[in-house]
């Protein structure tokens, strides 16, 4: 449990939010945390809760990427499933109970040189004596010809907002893993057709999710694929695909949704502290970075485990960690 160590000051956000119109930063928070998903929403609740003012940046509102993942069934205490945004909500709420703010901005820049770190943003300037990042990560590209130009017109990334937009539609889903076989059951009620593509001749997601997808009607499994391009004008109209022996075909489609992982969002961390070769920021067991008051939580960070779960408890230990460096910030 973290020690209060003091009754800190919170800012008022409305406070914060003047920022913009002025060249003056607010006086400082103790944690700012950058990134509003399962990890920073349990940072912050941490951070309030042992009375430390704390604000969470957050440019597409609390839950991060769960705001897009439909239904979750893997989070503890919610044995039936929770809707992710509304799993997100809640946890933002617990955390507001406890003082913490939020801003809705996005975040262009962190300065984490001296004890006070400068965090830049669409909103103004803010100021922390420390600072946790958690921005997750993006979806990945499959980088082949035609996917950039039909973003948006038939063009799809995991995890999905809505399914609306593609029922009555011929759905080709690319990936083998958890994200790719949950939103083939989500569709596969409402879609024309569901073909999952991946290149391996075994799916990787939980044994569990697998049996489930198995007995799921319209869904298809094509192995061994590799997607070589995505047709289609102003549409989708198929998806090219080669399989292990070189022979090509054309699979018809509407639509294609790419379920192929994630990169880390990174970029506001390149130049600050060490990232591994894939770009994920490094950090010892207490999520912290090579730089003091630097924290970095969730799915952004090397060896995370990418669920939603994982991420919350990467969070608590970061708050706790800062916590103990503002106790004894030399």
């Known amino acids: 449990m973290m020690k209060p160590v003091r009754a800190a000051v919170v800012l008022p956000l409305r406070l914060a939010i003047k920022a913009e119109q002025g060249t003056s930063v607010p006086d400082p928070y103790d944690i700012i945390i950058v990134g509003g998903g399962p990890a920073g929403l349990a940072a912050a609740l941490y951070g309030a809760r042992g009375l430390y003012s704390t604000l969470v940046i957050e440019k597409d509102g609390p839950g991060g990427m769960l705001t897009r993942a439909g239904r979750v069934n893997d989070y503890p205490a919610h044995h039936e499933g929770i809707d992710g945004a509304a799993l997100g909500r809640a946890m933002w709420e617990q955390a507001a109970k406890f003082g913490a703010k939020m801003l809705s901005a996005e975040v262009t820049a962190i300065e984490a040189t001296g004890p006070l770190k400068l965090v830049r943003t669409t909103a103004g300037n803010f100021q922390a004596r420390a600072v946790i990042v958690s921005t997750g990560g993006n979806p990945r590209a499959l980088d082949v010809p035609g996917e950039a130009g039909l973003r948006g017109s038939g063009v799809f990334y995991c995890p999905l907002p809505g399914i609306d937009a593609l029922a009555g539609k011929r759905v080709v889903i690319v990936g083998s893993g958890d994200s790719a076989l949950t939103t083939a059951m989500r569709l596969a009620p409402v879609a024309d057709s569901v073909t ?9 997601a939980l044994e569990a999710i697998q049996e489930e997808a ?17 047709d289609g004008g102003g549409a989708v109209t198929g998806v090219t695909v080669s399989s292990e022996g070189g022979a090509l075909e054309t699979l018809l489609a509407d639509a294609v949704v790419v379920a192929v992982g994630f990169d880390p969002a990174t970029s506001l961390l390149q130049r600050i502290t060490p990232l591994a070769s894939d770009g994920h920021a490094l950090t010892d067991e207490w999520m912290t970075a090579p730089i003091p008051g630097l924290f970095v939580a969730g799915d952004v960070r090397a060896d995370a485990v990418g669920v939603a779960i994982a991420a919350a408890g990467d969070g608590a230990t970061a708050a706790i960690a800062a916590d103990h460096y503002l106790s004894n910030p030399e």
């Not at 999952?196 to 990787?204: G, K, N, S």
């Not at 007995?215 to 997607?227: D, E, W």
């Open 196 to 204: 999952v593509v991946h290149r391996r001749a075994v799916l990787t």
């Open 214 to 230: 198995g007995r799921t009607p319209n869904i298809a499994f094509l192995p061994g694929r590799t997607v070589l391009g995505i």
